[in-house]
């Protein structure tokens, strides 16, 4: 991986680890079958409302292994930060920010198919989900395939605002991906001179 590539990846994982804390903390609000409940902040009695006292003590894992995993994402500990999402999803598989923090781990170990797979699922989950197109973008350009990673990150560009500080660099990947895409088109189809 050459060093822009890096520097990309590592400016992903911070937003990622900025965007993700804020989606869990909004996604802790809403109730829905899979995600936890919102919870009062006193700790329930287990013996009086076990039911209460369960889901306080899964959404206290939740958030306290979500956190783990940002941090090692942002530590660059792909396979820590994997292991810590695994039991996110296991507790809460409707979460959107779970799947793309574990397809942002995926890519940091070079398993693209997989990162796209999180990728695919988190905007089956949430299709307004910005990150996971910028994610799904960098997953099919490991794939080797430039024009789903142009369609994805066209994706990201048109579901942004226009400050968004990350629209730049997608605007550069899809220039650099124009251009790999135009050799390759070149190399394929040389001019034929008379």
């Given at each position: 991986?050459?060093?822009?590539?890096?520097?990309?990846?590592?400016?992903?994982?911070?937003?990622?680890?900025?965007?993700?804390?804020?989606?869990?903390?909004?996604?802790?609000?809403?109730?829905?079958p899979?995600?936890?409940?919102?919870v009062?902040?006193?700790?329930?009695?287990?013996?009086?409302?076990?039911?209460?006292?369960?889901?306080?003590?899964?959404?206290?894992?939740?958030?306290?292994?979500?956190?783990?995993?940002?941090?090692?994402?942002?530590?660059?500990?792909y396979?820590?930060?994997?292991?810590?999402?695994?039991?996110?999803?296991?507790?809460?598989?409707?979460?959107?920010?779970?799947?793309?923090?574990?397809?942002?781990?995926?890519?940091?170990?070079k398993?693209?198919?997989?990162?796209?797979?999180?990728?695919?699922?988190?905007?089956?989950?949430?299709?307004?989900?910005?990150?996971?197109?910028?994610?799904?973008?960098?997953a099919?350009?490991?794939?080797?395939?430039?024009?789903?990673?142009?369609?994805?990150?066209?994706?990201?560009?048109?579901?942004?605002?226009?400050?968004?500080?990350?629209?730049?660099?997608?605007?550069?990947?899809?220039?650099?991906?124009?251009?790999?895409?135009?050799?390759?088109?070149?190399?394929?189809?040389?001019?034929?001179?008379?």
């Amino acid at each position: 991986m050459n060093s822009i590539a890096q520097k990309r990846l590592l400016l992903l994982a911070l937003a990622v680890f900025a965007a993700g804390g804020i989606g869990f903390v909004l996604s802790a609000r809403s109730v829905a079958p899979d995600k936890p409940a919102a919870v009062s902040a006193l700790p329930a009695d287990p013996n009086r409302d076990p039911a209460l006292h369960a889901r306080q003590a899964r959404s206290v894992e939740i958030d306290v292994r979500f956190k783990q995993a940002a941090a090692m994402l942002h530590a660059q500990q792909y396979e820590h930060a994997a292991t810590a999402l695994h039991r996110v999803l296991e507790l809460a598989p409707g979460m959107p920010e779970a799947h793309v923090n574990m397809g942002f781990a995926m890519i940091g170990v070079k398993r693209y198919a997989a990162a796209r797979d999180f990728f695919e699922a988190a905007l089956n989950l949430r299709p307004a989900q910005l990150n996971a197109y910028y994610g799904l973008a960098e997953a099919l350009e490991g794939l080797n395939d430039l024009e789903g990673a142009l369609g994805a990150m066209r994706s990201y560009i048109h579901r942004s605002s226009p400050d968004e500080p990350y629209v730049r660099k997608a605007r550069a990947a899809i220039w650099e991906w124009e251009m790999a895409l135009k050799r390759k088109s070149n190399k394929d189809f040389p001019k034929t001179g008379k």
